[in-house]
């Protein structure tokens, strides 16, 4: 079974740039989440879509970033502008809808902003 | 909200047992997690403990009481392979009940 995949793995722009991270969850695992990773600290939840739905965004700073899953399966999840503190791994997660509480990670996009 | 504590470093001897702790203060509990994330990869998933006690999975037991607010994990037979971070994670309830609050995580050094 295939894991989640993430792209780009890197990336580095200038602050306020824009950029761009896409996930495609594990078949068949209606929830898919999105976390920020900053050095040093655990995973904070960013977003978490049950298919193409926001079941929860109120740690995502709305003002710069957004998310979607318009067909419910892949997302991606945009900056813009970028600041110097957005600098953080960007992991995807899914989990499966019945009773499946476990959460599988990607390997992640690491941002650097300059 | 929730609140989660636990040590930001622990160095074992390789060969030797090692219990990393992690207390949590929470408005609703649904369960308890442990990830191993090596550096520069992503986090796996250990263990889960939803009710009081203990349950094992080969090297690796972990432990939950709910009324004290603790969770630890005990690695047994330390490798070097398993020198990582080691986050607790604690989901919640409600209307984003599959969430997951994480701790800052536990960077375990195994030395020779």
């Known amino acids: 079974e295939a894991g989640v995949a993430q792209s780009p793995r890197y990336k580095i722009i200038e602050k306020r740039q824009s950029v761009a991270f896409w996930c495609n969850p594990i078949s068949g695992h209606a929830t898919l989440y999105w976390y920020q990773q900053i050095l040093g600290q655990g995973p904070k939840l960013l977003i978490q879509f049950q298919n193409n739905g926001v079941v929860d965004d109120s740690q995502l700073p709305k003002d710069r970033f957004s998310a979607e899953r318009l067909k419910g399966v892949d997302s991606t999840l945009k900056i813009q502008p970028a600041k110097l503190e957005d600098s953080a791994v960007y992991l995807c997660a899914s989990s499966a809808l019945a009773g499946g509480e476990t959460q599988y990670f990607g390997p992640g996009t690491r941002l650097l902003v300059l | 909200g929730q609140n989660i504590d636990q040590p930001t470093e622990m160095t074992a001897t390789e060969g030797a047992i090692v219990q990393i702790n992690c207390t949590y203060q929470?408005?609703?509990?649904?369960?308890l997690f442990w990830y191993q994330q090596h550096a520069g990869e992503a986090p796996t998933f250990l263990s889960y403990?939803?009710?009081?006690g203990l349950e094992e999975k080969g090297r690796f037991s972990s432990f939950l009481s709910r009324s004290k607010g603790y969770s630890y994990l005990l690695l047994k037979e330390l490798q070097m392979k398993d020198s990582a971070s080691y986050l607790c994670a604690v989901r919640g309830t409600g209307a984003g009940s599959y969430q997951l609050t994480f701790g800052k995580g536990t960077k375990l050094s195994v030395i020779p």
């Open positions: 403990n939803v009710l009081d």
């Open positions: 929470t408005s609703g509990f649904n369960g």
